[in-house]
């Protein structure tokens, strides 16, 4: 035995360092690939958002300012004076805290009062706002007022340094928006300008910026001049093209070219020896584009960290293998004793335990497959014996369903065939008695005294025709219940044109003959011309036995029949005012031999036999249960 395990550990022991270590360490050299390209991919994706989210920013910045001066115009406008001129660039600098400025220079010689050129000026000092009149100054060329002035719509001027030799702070840089305003003829009566401070845009921009702690923003104009850089000293006079070496920093040159093209993307170039990822877009409304320049460095600090643990996991890793292999080796022999329980189970009656198949080639292995199909073939044979068990029971269990059906089925023949009875019986009676009366009435020794009058006559009369009819009516049920009524051949005959108002107005005078105090109210969307292609006979039994049951069972007063239609049915609906139908009914009213009470007339057809009218002429029959003040019926026909 001791020979046997020593050979079993050092096969298992090779196996599995030769085996899962290389698998292992491919495994997360596989990880660490695709870890670097997910970080590299999400961190382009964030650099994107974050270079996005600025630039809207930065255009919210810029329409604060937009907004004011726009909502401002209107006042220059309508007080074109020197006073309200002054007051209005007051009020556009202290109601915007993105302005800077307000400059209000109008056409010259407009107020000759106060020379060839007026213009007025306001500007936020911090705790104050100053509002002066402007030393004369020809302005009427400078290109902050004839651009906007010539092309008549509000623009950006970019920062400008004609007054300026030496570098510009970003404190004192400009950006303009200028827009003309009119006299009310129509004609340019001068430009309102207002500053934006580029070191508070820088601020704004630079804020976004918490994710990488070595990027930052660069703002370019549309000549390539930096507006917003960390180094300062190349601010507004100095461009991407011009401060960059041709031969060294084509990517950088390339760059400028792509973001005063207006375009957006990414880029990978060298800045200051250091890889970086470029991610640029234009500033909407402006020749401006903003990029975020990240190092790589930033960009790969979470992949950088992987690495050490991507070592340090395959040093635990190995260790894993090298323990897992002294486990093997110890386990080996173990398939025995599992064997022995398991069958052990099986010898106490637990059938269900399952013995797996093993690939093994030795004798345990070997052993462990014969276990494993004499407790197949014993578990099939006693699900075979439970298969036939449960066959069994649920014949069993249909047996005594079909009994209680039958049973049920016999109770509803004899209830059915006394139904019947008394409901033929009683017209009859009433048939015979009246009869007996007539008979006596006529009877030459009797009538004399027997004599009745007129009205008794006709009244005897109509009882006798009302039975009569209520008889036929019950025939025409059982008729139509039966195998010949239920014939496909006889429900399919779809070949008559009927008119629906006619029809309407015909099963309107039979319930009338029936019910003569009744009073129905006749609507229809329909010409008397129109007509459908149906069956003329179960259209008209159903539509009776809706108009019949609301007689029967409502007031007698307030019953309607709507004719409408829709784009392929034509809709019968009958409304009454009533109780309506019960609620434990339903769902029952359509199945035979259903009444509202026991002691109603009828024979408990007259519904279920409606329904199966309207569906062999394509149609349906439904009660609408969202209807509370009695009850609705509805008939839906094909055209």
Not at 7 to 15: D, F, H, I, N, P
Not at 69 to 75: E, G, I, Q, R
Not at 174 to 189: E, I, L, N, R
Not at 455 to 481: C, F, G, P, Q, W
């Amino acid at each position: 035995m001791s020979k046997i395990k020593r050979s079993l550990s050092l096969k298992l022991s090779l196996g599995i360092v030769l085996l899962a270590a290389p698998t292992f360490v491919l495994a997360l050299g596989i990880l660490f690939l695709q870890s670097r390209y997910f970080i590299r991919q999400e961190a382009t994706e964030r650099a994107t958002s974050m270079l996005s989210l600025t630039i809207q920013r930065v255009r919210n910045y810029m329409s604060a300012v937009e907004t004011s001066t726009n909502s401002n115009t209107w006042l220059i406008e309508e007080n074109f004076n020197p006073d309200s001129l002054l007051a209005i660039s007051h009020r556009i600098v202290r109601l915007n805290r993105h302005a800077q400025s307000c400059s209000i220079s109008v056409e010259p010689g407009s107020f000759p009062q106060y020379g060839r050129y007026f213009s007025v000026y306001a500007v936020n000092e911090g705790d104050t706002i100053i509002s002066v009149r402007e030393t004369e100054y020809d302005y009427f060329e400078k290109f902050w007022y004839r651009n906007p002035v010539d092309s008549g719509k509000a623009c950006w001027v970019d920062p400008f340094y004609e007054h300026s030799e030496g570098l510009i702070d970003q404190n004192e840089a400009f950006a303009t928006y200028c827009k003309p305003f009119y006299q009310k003829g129509g004609k340019v009566a001068g430009v309102i300008s207002v500053d934006l401070s580029f070191s508070k845009l820088a601020e704004t921009i630079s804020s976004t910026n918490q994710t990488y702690p070595n990027a930052y923003f660069m703002l370019l104009g549309g000549d390539g001049r930096y507006f917003i850089h960390p180094d300062t000293t190349r601010l507004f006079r100095k461009t991407i093209f011009n401060e960059a070496d041709p031969n060294e920093h084509a990517d950088w040159i390339a760059l400028g070219y792509e973001m005063t093209a207006g375009k957006q993307g990414n880029a990978h170039i060298i800045v200051n020896h250091q890889v970086c990822h470029v991610c640029y877009g234009p500033v909407p409304g402006t020749n401006w584009s903003l990029a975020l320049i990240c190092p790589d460095g930033d960009i790969l600090k979470n992949y950088h960290e992987l690495i050490y643990i991507i070592i340090a996991l395959i040093v635990i890793g190995l260790l894993i293998i090298l323990w897992l292999c002294n486990r093997v080796v110890s386990q080996a022999i173990l398939p025995l004793n599992q064997l022995l329980n398991m069958s052990q189970k099986i010898a106490d009656g637990h059938h269900e335990e399952v013995i797996p198949i093993s690939n093994r080639l030795d004798v345990i292995g070997q052993l462990q497959n014969s276990f494993a199909m004499m407790q197949e073939s014993l578990q099939i044979h006693m699900g075979s014996i439970r298969q036939t068990t449960k066959e069994t029971q649920k014949r069993n269990e249909e047996l005594v369903r079909a009994m209680k059906m039958a049973e049920v089925a016999v109770k509803q023949k004899t209830l059915f065939i006394q139904n019947v009875s008394h409901q033929i019986r009683t017209p009859l009676n009433i048939i015979q008695g009246f009869a007996n009366v007539l008979r006596d009435s006529l009877s030459p020794s009797e009538k004399e005294k027997n004599a009745l009058s007129e009205e008794e006559l006709a009244n005897i009369t109509e009882m006798m025709k009302h039975n009569a009819s209520h008889l036929n009516r019950m025939v025409l049920m059982l008729y139509d219940s039966s195998e010949i009524g239920t014939s496909k051949e006889v429900l399919s005959h779809r070949n008559d044109q009927v008119s629906c108002n006619e029809l309407a107005r015909e099963c309107i005078s039979f319930t009338y003959s029936h019910f003569p105090n009744l009073s129905i109210r006749f609507e229809t969307e329909l010409s008397d011309a129109e007509c459908i292609q149906t069956n003329h006979l179960y259209l008209m039994r159903t539509l009776r036995e809706l108009l019949y049951n609301s007689a029967k069972y409502s007031d007698g007063k307030h019953i309607t029949l709507y004719v409408s239609q829709t784009e392929t049915t034509i809709r019968f609906i009958v409304e009454d005012v009533g109780p309506g139908l019960p609620k434990d009914l339903q769902d029952l009213i359509f199945k035979p031999f259903i009444k509202v009470d026991d002691l109603s007339e009828g024979l408990g057809l007259g519904l279920p036999l409606s329904k199966r009218h309207a569906i062999s002429l394509g149609g349906d029959l439904l009660f609408d249960t969202t209807y509370t003040k009695g009850c609705r019926a509805i008939i839906e026909i094909p055209k």
